[in-house]
C-alpha cells in the first residue's frame, strides 16, 4: 500500500479515553426482514396414522426416531390422549407430555412459565424438535407464548380443538396471556410452523362451545362477507357439534369463508402495524367484560355483547339500516348467543375505550359495520353515543330479559 493511501497507526495506551465524535455521532443503521411463512390445513383423520400430516409437522418419517412435547388441554388429553399416543408410537415420535388447564383462568404468564420448565426438562432440542400444542385457544396461547420465549423462540405446531381455536385463535401468529386484569396484556408475535385442523374434533365439544365459536364467524360475516351472513342467517339455528365434525357442504363453505377471510385480513398485517384492524370488531369493550362477568363468560359470548353495541352505534350514525341491525342482532340471538349482559353499563363501555385508546396508540380505532359486509374506523364515539347504544340494545331485548349465560 501507497504512503499517500496508507492510514498511520496511533497506539493506544491501555485503560485510555478515546476522543469520540462530538454530536452528531457515530451512526448506523441495522435492517432485517423476517420471513414468515407458515401454512393452515384443513385435514380430516388427523389421528389416523395413515395420514402423515402431523407426522411430517413433527420432523417425523416413520423410520428414525425424533421427539416432541406435547402441551395439551387437560379435558382433550383426557378424550383423544390414547388415540394421539398411538399415533406418535405409529411414526416414532417419542412424545412428552405437558397437560394444562384450557380455562380462562388458567391464561397467565405462570402457565406460560410452566410450560417452558416442561421444555428444560425434556431438553428439547432449539431447532429440530417441536412444540405441538393441542387444544382450544387458552391453551394455544399459553404454549405458543411459552414456545417463543423459551430460548428466544422454539418451533411449535397448532392443532386447534373448538371452533374459535380453528377458524380465529390457532390460525395467527399472536400470543398472549392474561395479567393485571387485563386480558391478552402479555404477549408476542410467533407464528407456529403449521396450524391443522381437523373438524372431527368438533364431535366432543359442547354445545355452548360450538355457538362460542359462531360468534367470530359471525364477526366475519358482519365486516368482510355478506355472503357469509346470509348463509348463517340460513342455518345457524341447525348448527351443532355433529353437524360441524360431518364437514358437509354448506357447513365447508361456512369454515371456508372464515378461515380465508381472517387470513385475508391477518396476512398484510400481521405484525399490527396498521391499528386499524378490521377483524377488532367486537373487541373494543368485551376483554372488559369477558374478564368481569360472573359468572364467567366464554370469548365468543363477550364478544357478542360487544358487537350488539357496536351494531347499535352503526345504525345510530346511519351507517346500517334499521332493518339490518335487526337482521345482525336476531342472528345473534338465533345462535344462542347472549346480546346484553348487566356487567354492561356506560360507565364500563367508557372504561373499556378509554383502554382500548390506549391499545390502538392513542386514538378509538373502532371498527364498525358500514352495511352488512364491510366496515369503517371512527375515531370520535361519544358517551352519549355508547348510552344510546344500550338503550338500542335494551329496547330490542328488555332489561328483565338481558341474556345472561
Request: hydrophobic content about 45%; charged content about 20%.
Amino acid at each position: 500500500m501507497s504512503s499517500s493511501t496508507s492510514v498511520p497507526v496511533v497506539p493506544v495506551r491501555l485503560g485510555a479515553v478515546l476522543d469520540l465524535p462530538k454530536p452528531p455521532g457515530m451512526h448506523w443503521r441495522v435492517q432485517a426482514t423476517q420471513l414468515i411463512d407458515y401454512e393452515v390445513s384443513v385435514t380430516r383423520n388427523l389421528l389416523s396414522p395413515n395420514n402423515s400430516a402431523l407426522a411430517k409437522a413433527c420432523g417425523a418419517d416413520g423410520r428414525r426416531p425424533t421427539r416432541c412435547l406435547v402441551v395439551i388441554d387437560s379435558a382433550v388429553h383426557a378424550l383423544y390422549g390414547e388415540r394421539l399416543q398411538s399415533y406418535f408410537d405409529a411414526w416414532r415420535i417419542e412424545a412428552h407430555w405437558e397437560p394444562v388447564q384450557g380455562d380462562e383462568g388458567a391464561k397467565s404468564l405462570e402457565a406460560a412459565v410452566a410450560v417452558t420448565g416442561a421444555m428444560n426438562r425434556m431438553g428439547i432440542l432449539r431447532r429440530t424438535e417441536k412444540v405441538v400444542a393441542v387444544g382450544g385457544g387458552v391453551v394455544l396461547d399459553v404454549a405458543g407464548m411459552a414456545a417463543s420465549i423459551y430460548r428466544r423462540g422454539v418451533p411449535y405446531i397448532r392443532v386447534p380443538t373448538t371452533l374459535v381455536g380453528q377458524i380465529d385463535a390457532g390460525i395467527g401468529v399472536k400470543t398472549g396471556v392474561n395479567h393485571g386484569h387485563h386480558k391478552n396484556r402479555l404477549g408476542t408475535y410467533s407464528a407456529p410452523e403449521s396450524a391443522l385442523i381437523d373438524p372431527e374434533f368438533l364431535r366432543t365439544l359442547p354445545q355452548r362451545h360450538v355457538v362460542n365459536g359462531l360468534a367470530e364467524i359471525i364477526k366475519m360475516a358482519l365486516i368482510k362477507d355478506a355472503a357469509l351472513f346470509e348463509l348463517l342467517e340460513s342455518m345457524v339455528a341447525d348448527i351443532t357439534a355433529e353437524v360441524l365434525a360431518r364437514h358437509g357442504s354448506a357447513t365447508g363453505e361456512v369454515l371456508f369463508r372464515a378461515i380465508s377471510g381472517m387470513l385475508d385480513e391477518l396476512e398484510p398485517n400481521l405484525w399490527e402495524d396498521d391499528l386499524e384492524r378490521a377483524v377488532d370488531y367486537g373487541h373494543t369493550f368485551s376483554p372488559s367484560l369477558e374478564l368481569l362477568a360472573d359468572p364467567p363468560l366464554l370469548h365468543g359470548e363477550a364478544v357478542t355483547v360487544d358487537m350488539a353495541i357496536c351494531v347499535a352505534l352503526a345504525c345510530n350514525r346511519g351507517l346500517l339500516s334499521t332493518v339490518d341491525a335487526d337482521r345482525a342482532i336476531g342472528l345473534m340471538r338465533d345462535a344462542g348467543l347472549p346480546t346484553a349482559h348487566p356487567v354492561f353499563t356506560a360507565e364500563l363501555l367508557e372504561r373499556a375505550l378509554g383502554d382500548a385508546v390506549k391499545h390502538r396508540d392513542g386514538q378509538q380505532r373502532v371498527p364498525l359495520t358500514n352495511g352488512i359486509g364491510s366496515a369503517v374506523f371512527v375515531n370520535d364515539i361519544t358517551t352519549d353515543e355508547l348510552a344510546a347504544a344500550l338503550f338500542f340494545v335494551e329496547e330490542r331485548q328488555g332489561v328483565s330479559e338481558r341474556a345472561i349465560v
